[in-house]
């Protein structure tokens, strides 16, 4: 961020349990006195020649799943048969249909889905995770989505049971994460174009239901910024020395797999802090435990009138 010389740069920081989100006030302001003025440039919008699950809706992704007050229920899986449409607006009509029958028989539940292409066809296939919002157990629940999935994309839903999957979510967020905003990759074969002319890879169901949990903002200096920044700093290094001591005391019986879990971690930590040092990378998804350290910090500034 490069605030104006002539004005003291101001930010706004919104924190949730497990997100933080950032905004640079300055820059906003002066691009603000330019549309004004007209001053501005049009800014062109030029659509990837490629299928690109962009950085951006990633994270938007993962500070969605990390804002949540609740765990979900069930995650599940919608898939295709084969000669599948390769038009991705069949793709989305079909989750629409679905998302339509959801809301009648559960009208409480709410749901986050993600479409990725499958293994070695580059066949679409849904991921949802969220709630119905009721009662209800996975085989239940299964037995009502098989049904109606099937319907959908002309299935024999006695035949191709594997078209739908349901499975009760685990108390571990970092483990969802991980599967529900993995990077995309190929092959996507016939389906090329299809997924190169997909806007949205995910999206929400019922967004009303979603349970969140509750945003705190702070409105700060370039002081109260660089301390925080400095805070954080010190943490990381703190874990990078304890998984390094981890490291160095593990003996020659140790997995080959535990020693190299330890070194990525290590490596990923490094990474994050070179960020936060050389490109201001700071405004970036965080664990539970420095989001309520930077809270407690900005609450006692904030009492004490220093923001």
Known sequence: ?????????????????????????TKKNIIKKQKATGQTQPRKTRKPAMPCFSRRSRNNLIKL???LSEMPDFLLTLSYPDGVSTDPKVWKADLDRLNRRLKYQFPESWWIWRIEPMGKTGKPHYHLVGSTGQRIDALDLWRWLQKRWCKIVRLDPKKDEFATDVKEVQNDSGKLERYICKEETG????????????????????????????????????ETLDDIKDMVLLSVQRQIDALEERLAAMTSTTPHKDRIAIKNAIKGKKAYMYRIRFTGDFFSILDPEHMKLIKMFLDDRKENGLL
């Open 1 to 25: 961020m490069t605030p104006s010389s002539t004005q003291q740069p101001r930010y706004r920081l919104t924190l949730g349990p497990k997100v933080i989100v950032g905004a640079d006030l």
């Open 65 to 67: 799943l990390n804002g």
């Open 187 to 222: 092959p996507y074969k016939e389906y090329l174009e299809g997924w190169t002319n997909l806007t949205n890879r995910w999206g929400k169901m019922n967004a009303a239901k979603i349970p969140l949990a509750p945003l705190y903002d702070y409105e700060l200096g370039q």
